[in-house]
């Protein structure tokens, strides 16, 4: 006989534990992934930074709402943040400030003098930064973990192994199935596919959005010097790479976005040597060892903003999907809006401030 349950979640990378999490209090939750551990993919990739500005001026709420829930949970700690820019850049960084000084985020212009402070072995070119103090390092897995954890206490069954092959609509739910014949029935099926979510979609006969996987690329270096554990996570205010120290180590990304199918992807080593090469015109350090180098795939719909909501078009259907950079800074705070909405529920002191039409599927 078929397991029947309220609500199904496809993936459970961040999305979908952190959104069966919140589900799991109130309904009977099936969690499908695929692969044989979750977190596998993109949530298992990321660069661990929780800020502020990341992702744009309608990311900031979403963010912001996800910051006292991460800070009561030990998940934040504090590293600073600078966008960094040349001389040629100071209209770019004064365009920066404009475009956040209404959202509320701490935000200050430095100088070279103060920068420089900073980044110990700056190149002179580069003159000025936006700073932002509150921006954190975030424990991922801890999160993820917490999310699945609490899935599981609550009473949620988590499906491995088990990659989505049909999802039929019957009588008022879904009849699913994977590939390898496990079958299940569910009232709500949720589209958490992270990078598979235009795929998951078209499995189950509603409009895909043209989500796109894009492939962005880390390396870890050993470095003369080793970065000190007081360096601001840095971005280039021209979005051409970014770093932060990771235990002793460097983190640096060329922040490449190259269109790819989704994949278990992996690092090109174009983007490792450019990232490199971008590294080298910023501090004068010796780059001793690349010590690791992975990618994953941020996914983005074609505003890139995140798409929370059930689809117009395809009855119990609903999108947790378009996570891009920042579905791991912004995780508490979707998953509970997505919750409430699923569930019918009240806005709560962490969703009451959000605009939900921002990231409905009604936009498209
Ligand atoms: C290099 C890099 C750096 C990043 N840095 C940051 C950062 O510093 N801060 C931040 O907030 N965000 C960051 N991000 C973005 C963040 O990692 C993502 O937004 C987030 O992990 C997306 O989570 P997800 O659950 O949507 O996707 P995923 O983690 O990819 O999970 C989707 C899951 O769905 C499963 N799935 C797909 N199809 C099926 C199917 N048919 N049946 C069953 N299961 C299926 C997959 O196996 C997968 O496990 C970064 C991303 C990358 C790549």
Known sequence: MREVFDIAVIGAGMAGASLAAELAPHARVLLIEAEDRPGYHTTGRSAAFWDECYGGPDIVPLTVASGPYLREHGFLSPRGGLYLGRESDAAA??????????????????????????????????????????????????????????????????????RLAAAEREGDGWRLASERGEEWRAGVLVNAAGAWADSVAALAGAKTLGIKPMLRTVVQLRTDPAPPSTLPLTLDIRGSFYFKPESGRLWLSPHDETPCDPCDAAPEELAVAEAIDRFERVVDWRIEAV?????????????????????????????????????????????????????????????????????SPERF
């Open 93 to 162: 960084l004064d365009a920066f400030m404009e475009r956040f000084a209404h959202t509320g985020i701490e935000i200050h212009r430095l100088g070279r003098a103060e920068v420089a402070k900073l980044i110990p072995g700056l190149r002179p070119e580069w003159t000025g930064a936006v700073s932002e103090p509150a921006s954190a390092d975030i424990d991922v897995a801890g999160l993820h973990q917490q999310y699945l954890a609490c899935a599981s206490r609550s009473g949620v069954t988590l499906a491995l192994r088990a």
């Open 291 to 359: 010590e690791r180098r992975w990618a994953g795939l941020r996914s983005f719909a074609p505003d890139r903003l995140p798409v929370y909501g059930f689809a117009l078009e395809r009855e119990g259907f609903f999108w947790f999907a378009g996570q891009g950079g920042f579905g791991i800074q912004t995780a508490p705070a979707a998953a509970r809006l997505a919750a409430q909405t699923i569930l019918g529920l009240p806005r709560d002191a962490m969703t009451d401030k959000l605009d939900a039409a921002l990231y």
